[in-house]
Each structure stands twice: as structure tokens, then as C-alpha cells.
């Protein structure tokens, strides 16, 4: 005590001092409101319930309300018939429409000019269509055959269907297509004009209905139709058709969808080809491509037999 | 030749008469008392005067150092020279301590041990006792026991040690003079272990490398990475076609690389039926394989409206035209295993499984944008 009374604090150890208490001090606090402010809530937080239970579908099928897939249903709907004179001759309001589509649908396979070479023309074969030029047209460049061309695409190319654009604005493409060749397009058919124009004042456009892609699952599922699996001749069976049968067959309900699903074909050649090219896969073993002609005769008269037995009861 | 003397070694035939001498001799002090016995005597360490170690309270001394050093080297770390709150606890936690006090502590104690045990009690380094080079060890290690009366000081009486043997019943009396040291630990036997070792490792390292690398003789050394062996995509002189990456052998596939057994996607299409059934799981399964894999392009309900691929200008097939739904499974099969237009193949990318899987999710997709009335 009088030490301490001799020695009166100097004005340095008193701020160490006080510098000391305010640094436990804050620390204290910040602790405090740290529990106040993150702690307390997070845990009264957790004890209110969830207003959404948990989802227990994989993670990938729920990517949120992004998901286009998980739209709400909505009611299929007809749009009316469209006036024939507004599609049938080029304007500039469909001409307008149908810039912006070709640049959509059109341009990365044509070009944006319709010179055939979009960024993936040179994935295709054949090449795709040149527009500004007359030659190699395979259905030619009416107005009636470019319709068709658009509305149901070309086999054997890479032009797909674009049957999902409506009609009017598939017009407006055919417009646009014909403007980018500077070449003489000819006279059309009247005939076939005035077809397409009946079709366009009879029918209109029909939207699907559309259903969440979660909702069709269950749908499809429920709608499916079991096949039972193909039966297995026992295993005390050591007769030749049998021991065939066990060579070949892999996996007993696969090979019953296989043999359901080719089960309409009467040509024993596309029914053995269609086989091996499904195994092993298909249920069968690879085996099966090299069946001789009598073990083809065998293994169908024993699966038609067992198909029998299946259907009596 | 008092000063020469290590020790006066008597032997005796008797164990009773070893004890016996050792009593009558120990109160004349003559010197430290020492017995050299092919089998243990009983009594005959009280009768020499061998006191019980002193090691066990040496260890017990160093032990309690050690524990106390670390209690105060942890609390003075923990308290002092870096106070750190952990776990709310205080400062000095001697707790939280002991782990450490029992480390260092054993430590301590395990060392005063053994160091002590060797170099403060037994004497060493100690190279050759004397007694071994005497003429009695041969009988001492067979059947004769020996009491030896060691010179303590220079005043030591060799011959007054040899009749207080022979009074006391010794058979034979032998006087051990002290030994020459050869001295191991001076500068130039010091240099010379060192240059030793150096030469023993320049030999062995010197000759393994000349046996290793320059007369490969010795096939166990042979580096391993060394060996003669193909390597892929590299150039190999044991094949005629210089290959290091063998061919399949004609009429072979590699196991789970079976070909597709279709040309075109339009010849699987005729081919191939989708194998799966069309259950719960699976759909999931395709969902996950068709956003992982197709969705970029083809958009997520598969409308050809992509969520990457328009910044490149692309136009994915749209899995909604009547087109495209009409065709059958095996179709969307060969795509994914053939590629169609710009899309690549996806053989090497996806397994059969999960093809067929994401097959499914498109006529689902399918099924989605254009539902029957009674789905609604």
C-alpha cells in the first residue's frame, strides 16, 4: 500500500491502463453483439418451422424458378385462320417479322445474307442452300415449294422441319428467304398458290397444352405397361433349346422388351439384325449375331412357345 | 607398484566363504569391495557394502524437473508471453498442461535413465574392464567366484589386500594391475574414424554406381522406369510397325467398346428399341443426364431454344416439331452415338445407361409441351 501510494502512476502506464480495459471492454462487446446479432437469431431462426418441407427429389430436378421445365400447366389454345392476303404477298411488317425469325433459325446454318454460310454450314452435308443464287435448289424457289421446304424440312440434309413456327410467320420467312436472291424467282403456280391460300383461311394454329415436365413423369410412368420378363427354361433343363436359351438370353425382362418391341416384324433378317445390333443392351448376349439358321428356327419357336404359355393364364 | 595396482582378486569355491571373507574384510576399508560370481549370491551384495541405486531417485529428481519445467514454460507461453483465450478457458489452464508435463516429464526422466545409468553409474565409455584381461576370468566365468578389493587412493597396499584375502579362505590370490589406455577419443584417432567413414561411403557409393550404370550386370538395381516396356503414343523398336501402342488382334473389340452396329441415326432407328423401362428412376436419371448434357443447347424442355449455344449463333434441333417426335428411340440413340449436323458424338461421353435414359426424359419432354387434355 504505500509503495503504491510513493510511487503516484506515470501518464504512460495510466493510458497502457486504460487502453488495456477499453481493448477488453470492446472485445466484450463485440462478442456480446456477435451472440446478439448472429448467434440468438440463426437459433430462434432455426426453431421456426420450415415453411417449405425439404425436397427429397435429386438435386438436378429442382433447378428452381428458372426451370422452364416446372412452368405452371397452361391450357392448349387454337389461333384463328389467317387472312391469305396478308401472308400471301410480301409487306414490310412481314418482312420485318421475317428478318428477325431468319436471324433466329435460319442464319447460323444460310448466313445472315443467305449465302449458305452460317458459323455451322460447315458441319453439314450437303452444304446448305445458297439463297442468292438460282442454281441447285432441290424443291425450287416458289413461293408454295419454300413453304413446304421450311414446313416439313428435307430428308436426307441437314434442313430440319420448322413445323413449330406458325404458318403465317413461316410465310414471313419465305418472304425474307426470296428477298436475299436478286435472281428472277419466276411465275408461280396459281394452282398451288390458291391451295395454300385455302389453307390458310381453313386452318389456324394449334398450341399444346403444357404440363410441368415433373407432372408428365408420373403421367408417363403410370401410363406404362409392364412386360413380364421372358421365362427361364429351369435349370434342370438340359435340353438343347434350353441351354440356347440361357447362352443368349442376358437379361430376361430387357430381352422381353426386345422381343414385344420387334415382335410385329415378319422378316426373321431384320428381326436378327435388329437384335444383334441392340445386345447386349437389348437383354440378349452379343452371341446372338452369330446364330446359325436351325439355332434362329430353335430359339424363336421356344420364345413363341413360352409367349404362349404366358398369354393362357 | 602400489599405484599400478587396479585391483587384488581372490577366488574363492565356496559362496558361503565368499561371504563370509567379503564380512570380515569390508570394516578393514582397504578398498571398494567388488565380487565377480558366475551365479548369484544371496547376501553377498549387503556383505560388499553395495549400497541400493541411487538411479530410481535420480530418475524420480529429473522426472519432477521435467514435469515442473513444462508447467512453467506452458503457463509462461500461455499466460504471459502470449495470452491467448481458448475455449473461454483461463489462461493458465493446467489442464490443459498436463499432456505436455507427462511428455516432457518421461522425456526427463527416461533420459536421466539412461544416460546416467551408462555413463554416471557404470562408467562408461569403459573400453576393456581389466578384470577381463586377468588370468581368474576364465574360472570366474565357470565355476570359481571372485572377491576383488579395488584400489580407491595411491596408498592402496596391494599386499596387505592380498593376506586379507588369503586369511579370509581365498584359494588363490591374483593382483590386476592397472591397464594401458589406449586413448580413442584424441585428435588424430578422431581424424582418422572420420576419414574412415568418408572412404567406406566414397567406396560402396562409387563402386554401386559403376555396377549400377556403367557395367549394368547387376540386374536387381535396374531402375525400374528403366526398364525395356511399351509406352503409349510413343515410338517402340520391338514391333515390326514400330508401334508402342498395339492394334486390337483382328476380329477384337476392348471390352465395353462394342461398335455401334448402325451408319446413320436413321438405320439405328430401324435397329434399336429403347431397353430400359420407362420407371420413376430413370426418368429422374434421364432429367439429370439431358440438363447436364443436352439442355445447353437443346434448352431445358428441350424446345431447341438454348441457354448457351445462341451466343454462337447456333440452332439446336427442337425436340418438339412433329418432325423430330416422330421419329422412334432408336433414332435420338444413334444421334447421341453419331452426332447429327453440329452436334459432336456423345459415344465417348455418356454410357449406353444413361442414354437411353436421357431417350426417355425427351419423349417425357416431349410429352410436357404437348399434353393430353385429361394430363391438365
Known amino acids: 500500500m504505500s509503495d503504491e501510494q510513493s510511487t503516484p502512476p506515470t501518464w504512460g502506464s495510466e493510458a497502457k491502463g486504460l487502453a488495456n480495459r477499453f481493448a477488453l471492454g470492446s472485445g466484450v462487446a463485440v462478442t456480446f453483439l456477435l451472440f446478439g446479432l448472429i448467434v440468438v437469431p440463426a437459433l430462434l431462426r432455426e426453431r421456426r418451422p420450415l415453411a417449405r418441407p425439404p425436397s427429397d427429389q435429386p438435386a438436378a430436378a429442382s433447378v428452381g424458378w428458372l426451370d422452364q421445365a416446372e412452368a405452371p400447366a397452361s391450357k392448349g389454345r387454337d389461333l384463328p385462320p389467317v387472312d391469305p392476303a396478308t401472308v400471301m404477298t410480301p409487306n414490310p411488317k412481314l418482312l420485318g417479322r421475317g428478318e428477325v425469325l431468319f436471324k433466329q433459325n435460319c442464319s447460323s446454318c444460310h448466313g445472315e445474307g443467305g449465302q449458305g454460310n452460317g458459323p455451322a454450314a460447315g458441319t453439314l452435308n450437303p452444304r446448305p442452300r445458297n439463297f442468292t443464287q438460282p442454281a441447285d435448289w432441290k424443291r425450287g424457289f416458289h413461293v408454295t415449294d419454300i413453304f413446304t421446304t421450311i414446313s416439313t424440312g428435307i430428308k436426307g440434309s441437314g434442313m430440319a422441319a420448322f413445323d413449330f413456327i406458325m404458318p403465317a410467320d413461316r410465310m414471313a420467312l419465305v418472304h425474307t428467304v426470296r428477298s436475299l436472291g436478286g435472281f428472277d424467282h419466276g411465275p408461280e403456280d396459281p394452282k398451288a398458290l390458291a391451295a395454300l391460300a385455302d389453307q390458310f383461311r381453313s386452318k389456324g394454329f394449334h398450341i399444346p397444352n403444357r404440363i410441368p415436365v415433373s407432372l408428365a413423369i408420373k403421367k408417363i410412368v403410370r401410363e406404362q405397361v409392364a412386360v413380364p420378363p421372358l421365362p427361364m427354361p429351369p435349370a434342370e433343363d438340359k435340353s438343347a433349346s434350353a441351354e440356347l436359351l440361357r447362352l443368349l438370353i442376358a437379361d430376361p425382362s430387357r430381352a422381353a422388351r426386345t422381343v414385344a418391341a420387334t415382335a410385329k416384324r415378319s422378316d426373321l433378317a431384320a428381326v436378327a439384325r435388329a437384335w444383334a445390333a441392340g445386345a447386349p443392351d437389348n437383354g440378349f448376349a452379343p452371341a446372338v449375331a452369330e446364330l446359325s439358321a436351325t439355332e434362329w428356327g430353335t430359339i424363336l419357336h421356344s420364345l413363341a412357345g413360352t409367349n404362349q404359355e404366358a398369354k393362357q393364364p | ?376
Open chain 2, 1 to 376: 607398484m602400489s599405484s599400478g595396482t587396479f585391483a587384488v582378486l581372490g577366488l574363492f569355491s565356496d559362496a558361503h566363504k565368499i561371504v563370509e571373507a567379503a564380512q570380515q574384510i569390508r570394516p578393514r576399508q582397504l578398498g571398494r569391495l567388488e565380487a565377480y560370481t558366475p551365479y548369484p549370491v544371496h547376501g553377498l551384495d549387503r556383505a560388499i557394502g553395495l549400497a541400493p541405486s541411487r538411479l530410481g531417485r535420480l530418475v524420480m529428481l529429473m522426472g519432477v524437473i521435467g514435469a515442473g519445467l513444462a508447467l512453467l514454460f506452458e503457463g509462461w507461453v500461455s499466460a504471459v508471453d502470449y495470452p491467448l483465450v481458448t475455449s473461454g478457458k483461463p489462461l493458465f489452464s493446467w489442464q490443459a498442461f498436463v499432456p505436455v508435463m507427462f511428455e516432457v516429464t518421461v522425456l526427463f526422466a527416461t533420459f536421466t535413465a539412461g544416460l546416467a545409468m551408462l555413463f554416471a553409474f557404470n562408467k562408461l565409455p569403459f573400453f576393456g574392464h581389466p578384470v577381463l584381461h586377468s588370468k581368474a576370468i576364465k574360472s570366474i566365468t565357470r565355476d570359481k567366484l571372485a572377491l576383488s578389493i579395488e584400489a580407491t587412493s595411491a596408498t592402496f597396499d596391494a599386499e596387505t589386500a592380498r593376506q586379507a584375502l588369503l586369511q579370509n579362505g581365498a584359494e588363490s590370490v591374483e593382483i590386476v594391475p592397472v591397464p594401458v589406455w589406449n586413448r580413442p577419443l584424441s585428435l588424430v584417432g578422431l581424424l582418422r574414424t572420420i576419414a574412415g567413414i568418408v572412404a567406406a561411403c566414397a567406396v560402396a557409393g562409387a563402386g554401386l554406381f559403376a555396377l549400377e550404370k556403367l557395367i549394368p550386370i547387376v540386374p536387381p538395381m535396374v531402375h525400374m522406369h528403366e526398364q525395356p516396356k511399351l509406352n503409349a503414343f510413343r515410338v517402340s523398336s520391338f514391333f515390326a510397325d514400330g508401334r508402342g501402342m498395339r492394334p486390337a488382334v483382328t476380329g477384337t473389340v476392348a471390352r465395353g467398346h462394342l461398335p455401334p452396329a448402325f451408319a446413320t441415326p436413321e438405320e439405328a432407328g430401324t435397329l434399336l428399341g429403347n431397353p430400359l423401362p420407362l420407371t420413376q428412376p430413370i426418368a429422374e436419371r434421364g432429367r439429370k443426364v439431358f440438363n447436364d448434357h443436352c439442355a445447353i443447347c437443346h434448352g431445358l424442355v428441350g424446345d431447341g431454344v438454348p441457354l448457351l449455344s445462341h451466343a454462337y449463333g447456333g440452332k439446336p434441333g427442337n425436340f418438339l416439331s412433329n418432325e423430330i417426335r416422330a421419329r422412334p428411340d432408336g433414332h435420338y440413340f444413334g444421334v447421341l452415338m453419331l452426332g447429327k449436323n453440329a452436334m459432336p458424338s456423345y459415344a465417348a461421353d455418356l454410357d449406353n445407361h444413361d442414354r437411353w435414359a436421357a431417350v426417355h426424359y425427351i419423349r417425357i419432354l416431349q410429352r410436357a409441351q404437348n399434353a393430353k387434355d385429361e394430363d391438365l
